[in-house]
């Protein structure tokens, strides 16, 4: 829940859902990603400029951080790799990294400063979406107003345009080895086949669907693509009274 912060787990064979995390007053739940072999799920924390760590056995907080103050940040996504989580902001020009120890204990989090096309901050929404490539050495994130796609040396903060690609309104990544899917707030996910060194790209198709809603995410389950509808055009926040997730072919 965008605004309130709760959390809801449901099973995509059943389609359904319930509340699984009752989030304390003041948080906000953006992107997340649950990092499976740590049993952390992370949580970014919208316009709080915070994120969250919770037990996904339990639904317990077991961190919180303040990357940055709330007027100054919107804290977007988030993504998981081997060694800690990766946080979007958008609307400064850096990454913060949660670095999670073997024991599965997330320690004190470090800014990212970035440089080249992903540090532009010139737009309302910049830097969204965000996935981990090549075992978490590169980055790839998605710049909401550009509609384009960067590459980020996560030691350095260097980035690179990803050639050949148009996202307008990206929002949202899905990734699996090359192919990626870019969920747009048009009503579409784009899907995008990326080269070896992952410099460009070329679009394999797109997905549309009369129950899109403005999509914002997703997540894979084999080869479908569970789509959520964030209802962006009844408001924001939204006034819808009914929210989905729409389950179309990856």
Known sequence: DLFR???FRGNIR????????????GRMAVGMAADLAHGLLFVAGGFTGQGYVYDLRTGATVA???????QASVINDVAVTRHGAWFTDSL?????FVPVSRAGVPGPFRTLALSGPAADTSGEFNLNGIQAARGGKTLIVAHSTNGELYTVDPATGASATIAGISVPQVDGLVLDGRRLWAVQ????VT?????RHLTSGAVE???????????STAARFGRRLAVVNAKFDTGFPPTADRYEVIVVKA
């Open 64 to 70: 919180s951080y303040q990357f940055a103050a709330p």
């Open 14 to 25: 059943r389609g359904t859902a319930e509340r699984f995390i009752d989030a304390p007053e």
């Open 5 to 7: 912060g709760d959390i």
């Open 191 to 195: 899907r995008i086949r990326l080269n």
């Open 205 to 215: 198709k797109v997905i549309t669907s009369d129950l899109f809603q403005t999509p």
């Open 185 to 188: 707030n048009t009503n579409q």
């Open 92 to 96: 400064q020009a850096q990454l913060y």
